[in-house]
Nanobody, 117 residues
């Protein structure tokens, strides 16, 4: 499984960005797709995920501002980020998770999101 993330950049507070993650390889075995982020000096944290059944999760700090979605025809997962705040500044990583006898995680390269005036 390979993941290619894109869409980061510099945006002013209150602005919007949309991150994309294209998935290739053995995608039929993937159960869940998500986004994590890591700010300087902090641990990587889960931001949001979407399951194969369409269930979604958001960490409380982004709920109501971020929306995760998927386009199965394009093998792509999106993270629409609105009302961005400086504390959203981080490197964002796309993640694919497979549940089997163990949990297998696959990661894309990070994309930098900077929220600053």
């Amino acid at each position: 499984v390979q993941l290619q993330a894109s869409g980061g950049g510099l945006v002013q507070p209150g602005g919007s960005l949309r991150l994309s993650c294209v998935v290739s390889g053995s995608i039929s075995s993937i159960n869940q797709m998500g986004w994590h982020r890591q700010a300087p000096g902090k641990q990587r944290e889960l931001v949001s995920f979407i399951t194969n059944t369409g269930s979604t999760y958001y960490t409380p700090s982004v709920k109501g501002r971020f929306t995760i979605s998927r386009d199965n025809a394009k093998n792509t997962v999106y993270l629409q980020m609105n009302s961005l705040k400086p504390e959203d500044t981080a490197v964002y990583y796309c993640n694919a998770r497979r549940f089997s006898a163990t949990i297998n995680d696959y990661w894309g390269q990070g994309t930098q999101v900077t929220v600053s005036s």
